[in-house]
Antibody, heavy 121, light 109 residues
Framework: EVQLLESGGGLVQPGGSLRLACAGS????????MSWVRQAPGKGLEWVSG????????YYADSVKGRFTVSRDNSENTLYLQMNSLRGEDTAVYYC??????????????WGQGTLVTVSS | SYVLTQPPSVSVAPGKTARITCGGN??????VHWYQQKPGQAPVVVIR???DRPSGIPERFSGSNSGNTATLTISGVEDGDEADYYC????????????FGGGTMLTVL
């Protein structure tokens, strides 16, 4: 059974930093591109960042570029999101998701349960 | 960047058919995926690659995609289908390839 388990969320002050982790199990982690998707309270889904299976390619939404860094440790089956210079608008539930990629398109076939990040003084 | 447009809400009576649209420039040339999200839960894919239904998803869910509109159709709507629905595409040539529509809240009357 595929499982993704996020951790690391919490309350942080504006301008602060936080690192999220997502532990994967039940599938060949290194074969999957992974992404972070967030959802602000009462709002829709927003793709935040993605990383290739090898970790050699990374992608970011304009809203987080230069502040967030995605990485992975395939030996530990773990995905990370380092979040710096946090703002109030970064408050959201952050999901990690595994991307199934085929024929130049991808969809998220497995999701974690999400971890809440609250940016507030 | 590419934009997907969904109606904020759709209402339907039980047993009827709900259609949720996802608009985008020449979206028919792309693969569209649909997710269902219930309150407090992570999204679940209900349609992938325009019209393919993953195992475990009822046959009542179907999808189509042509021109500038992709459509998720739910036939014989049940109370349990009440949820938010999101369309998504993956723009491989883009620096920020993951794109979601704004979401549609389906209300079962």
């Amino acid at each position: 059974e595929v499982q993704l388990l996020e951790s690391g969320g919490g309350l942080v002050q504006p301008g602060g930093s936080l690192r999220l982790a997502c532990a994967g199990s039940g599938f060949s982690f290194s074969n999957y591109d992974m992404s972070w998707v967030r959802q602000a309270p009462g709002k829709g889904l927003e793709w935040v960042s993605g990383i290739s299976g090898s970790g050699g390619s990374t992608y970011y939404a304009d809203s987080v570029k230069g502040r967030f860094t995605v990485s992975r440790d395939n030996s530990e089956n773990t995905l990370y999101l380092q979040m710096n210079s946090l703002r109030g608008e970064d408050t959201a539930v952050y999901y990690c998701a595994a991307l199934w990629f085929e024929e130049l398109s991808g969809y998220f076939d497995s999701w974690g349960q999400g971890t809440l990040v609250t940016v507030s003084s | 960047s590419y934009v997907l447009t969904q109606p904020p809400s759709v209402s339907v009576a039980p047993g009827k058919t709900a259609r949720i649209t996802c608009g985008g420039n020449n979206i028919g040339s792309k693969s569209v995926h649909w997710y269902q999200q219930k309150p407090g839960q992570a999204p679940v894919v209900v349609i992938r690659y325009d019209s393919d239904r993953p195992s475990g998803i009822p046959e009542r869910f179907s999808g189509s995609n042509s021109g500038n509109t992709a459509t998720l159709t739910i036939s014989g709507v049940e109370d349990g289908d009440e949820a938010d629905y999101y369309c998504q595409v993956w723009e491989s040539a883009s620096d920020h390839p993951g794109i979601f529509g704004g979401g549609t809240m389906l209300t079962v009357l």
